[in-house]
């Protein structure tokens, strides 16, 4: 079956480094991968979504390559922000399948 | 823009009480999703419905059940609350048909406390 693997339960970073959040998947067709993002006591929202034609999605200054070969779609983003300490979920959906199917989430911590 | 709204926020039971979860979207959207979200677990699926009437199990769906008694509504039981559970279920909508290739649109969630 279908799966999302986030390697990192917690991610410490001091504001300014560059940012990544890994995740690989498996999948039995040509799924659509998405990151959302969620901040705390707030809904989870869409922060990107990958492309058919192999653009790389961004938002926010972040960005996300999807790569077949490797099944991954690891979020990056060059430096990091206070505000942008929350938890990511990546996720994906595929053909015939009504059903997402989420990673365990990476809690991304930013300190000053 | 539409929104997303659970009821209630927060909901504290006792050990094997029935207890109901709502959800009212305003998107017009066709499929709705109750999800549970558990720290280090992400969210795991309980019951989806692609329509009104419509109900799907998901990954989770033992001890509860889902009503779809209109498009914009939603509602989850929990069928016989666990003694110190602790959850947050979040209910989320999709305007593509399956969610296949649209996002999903979550409410902020519940969360539910067992004594």
């Known amino acids: 079956g279908d799966s999302v693997t986030q390697t990192e339960g917690l991610v410490t970073l001091t504001e300014g480094l560059p940012v990544m959040l890994n995740c690989t998947y498996q999948?039995?067709?040509?799924?659509?991968l998405f990151w959302y993002v969620q901040h705390l006591n707030e809904a989870p929202k869409l922060l990107l979504k990958s492309f058919t034609d192999n653009k790389r999605p961004e938002h926010q200054g972040f960005h996300a390559t999807l790569h077949k070969s490797s099944s991954s779609f690891h979020l990056q983003k060059s430096s990091a922000q206070l505000s942008d300490s929350a938890l990511y979920y990546c996720a994906l959906s595929d053909r015939g399948n009504y059903k997402y199917v989420f990673g365990a989430g990476t809690r991304l911590k930013v300190i000053a | 823009g539409g929104i997303i709204t659970q009821t209630p926020k927060f909901l504290i039971g006792q050990e094997g009480q029935k207890l109901t979860l709502k959800c009212q979207q305003n998107?017009?959207?066709?499929?709705m999703y109750w999800y549970r979200q558990d720290s280090g677990k992400g969210l795991r699926l309980i019951y989806y419905s692609i329509t009104e009437n419509d109900l799907q199990k998901g990954d989770l769906s033992e001890g509860y059940d889902a009503s779809r008694e209109k498009k914009s509504s939603f509602s989850l039981t929990v069928t016989s609350a666990q003694k110190n559970e602790m959850a947050v279920f979040l209910c989320?909508?999709?305007?593509?048909?399956?969610?296949?290739?649209?996002?999903?649109?979550f409410g902020e969630g519940s969360k539910l406390t067992v004594l």
């Open positions: 989320a909508s999709s305007p593509d048909w399956g969610g296949y290739t649209g996002q999903l649109y």
């Open positions: 999948s039995t067709y040509s799924p659509f």
């Open positions: 998107f017009n959207h066709d499929t």
